[in-house]
């Protein structure tokens, strides 16, 4: 349990999926724009991340990765399939993602206009197969692992970007100079968040 | 018959229109500073310009191709599903391009062998699959990806190109900063290689853009 507890604050603040690795930047930036629907997407990405780690992880585990297959029969037992994780990985991640889409299209109509392009780019959003191939790397072992792993990366990208949505709904009112306004102005701002996020990254726990 | 008389509405193949598609993203609408897409890579292969290199070609081939095929298929392709169509032809097209890189530039592909595989879930393919290549006809869609992936490949090398340069005072692999300077007491700055200093350099890269040109800029 306390593993467990670790492994989520660790996966929030100190492996930040945006200010550690870099990943989901896309709609990171451009949905940035106000605070409410970068919270919708952000709340989006958990959802994903919730679904989708734990099914790319029992695939993984029990069809793909060498001698997975032992339990249907002793004859698969030296097959190896991991070469198809990538193709494999994003095919469920498209189809969840596809389903998202249905579902907030049918629900809320309001954030599906405000998301536009940006809720079929979750299924390219790097955080969300970066999470599914941390996973296989890592080699967690149990799915709870997985699970707390994979919210807390999401909860680590909705912190992000609704800190950075924050910050620029509030810098409306500053006298930035007019080539910088929007995105010049995200881009150096989430520059120097990561340079101040970097401090977690000697923290052990 | 029929044939022929789509041959005679058909445009010329390099009209204005199309070779508007290849010179916007360059400036007007690049993907990286303009449209915000595949900014991640973008941070990642920007420490040394050879692999920033080898990336961009390798997104050029990709986009180009993917918007050919997903083109082609539009009219087939029901829009329910039509994420994951998308996604199965350029993960093929990415395992091609993995392949071919692995045979004939193996070291370089050694180097750049995760973002490869990252270049499926880069987000310029999606977005000019998504916004162009759904709604137009095969070769206009495949100018625009050639267009799109020269536009992300000029800010990669700019970016590439100053971190290189600033951060291990190199270009192309070759140093040019001559030790006399270093004696002298100047060194290479090691924030440049992190990289939170691309985000940086990009927006600093934005800040020039727009500055030039007037009609990008936000209220």
């Known amino acids: ?47 994903v991340l919730l679904v989708t780690a734990p099914v790319n992880w029992l695939i993984d585990h029990y069809l793909l990765r060498a001698g997975a297959m032992a339990w249907i029969s002793p004859e698969l037992a030296d097959l190896d399939l991991s070469y198809l994780s990538f193709i494999i990985f994003i095919a469920v991640i498209a189809a969840i993602v596809q389903l998202v889409e249905m579902v907030v299209e049918k629900f809320s109509p309001s954030l599906y206009n405000a998301l536009g392009i940006f809720l079929p780019l979750i299924a390219v ?20 692992e997985v699970t707390v792993y994979a919210v807390g990366s999401g909860v680590g990208w909705f912190l992000a970007i609704a800190t950075l949505a924050a910050i620029r709904e509030k810098i409306t009112y500053s006298n930035i100079p007019k080539p910088l306004r929007g995105l010049g102005i995200s881009f150096i701002l989430t520059g120097l968040m990561a340079i101040a996020f970097m401090s977690f990254m000697g923290i052990k726990i | 018959m029929s044939e022929q008389k789509i041959a005679k509405e058909k445009e010329p193949m390099f009209s204005a229109k199309v070779l508007k598609l290849l010179k916007n993203p360059l400036n007007l609408e690049n993907p990286v500073t303009v449209q915000v897409l595949g900014i991640c890579s973008a941070l990642a292969v920007t420490v040394q310009m050879k692999p920033a290199i080898v990336m961009a070609l390798s997104v050029t081939i990709v986009t180009a191709f993917a918007s050919l ?28 391009v993995d392949q071919v890189l692995k045979a004939y530039v193996y070291d370089v592909s050694k180097k750049l062998s995760v973002f490869v595989g990252l270049i499926i879930t880069n987000c310029i393919l999606m977005g000019r699959l998504e916004a162009y290549a759904m709604a137009n006809k095969p070769w206009p ?42 004696e002298w007491g100047y060194m290479d700055n090691g924030l440049m290689i992190l990289p939170p200093m691309a985000l940086i350099t990009i927006g600093v890269i934005i800040w020039v853009q727009r500055s030039r040109t007037k009609e990008l800029q936000e209220k």
């Open chain 2, 69 to 96: 095929i997903i083109s082609a298929l539009r009219n087939t392709i029901p829009s329910r599903i039509r994420i994951i169509v998308q996604l199965a032809v350029v993960a093929a097209l990415v395992i091609i």
């Open chain 2, 141 to 182: 869609s495949f100018v625009d990806g050639i267009g799109n992936g020269i536009g992300y490949g000029l800010i990669l090398v700019i970016v590439a190109f100053f971190r290189e340069f600033l951060g291990s005072g190199k270009f192309y692999g070759m140093s040019v900063i001559p030790k006399v300077f270093y």
């Open chain 1, 1 to 47: 349990m306390e593993n467990l507890f670790n492994l989520f604050v660790r996966s929030i603040f100190i492996d930040n999926m945006i200010f550690a690795y870099f990943l989901g930047m896309c709609s990171y930036l451009a949905v940035s724009k106000t605070v409410k629907t970068s919270v919708g997407l952000g709340a989006a990405v958990i959802f």
């Open chain 1, 125 to 144: 959003n790097c955080a969300i197969l970066g999470v599914a191939l941390f996973v296989q790397e890592r080699e967690y072992t149990t799915i709870s």
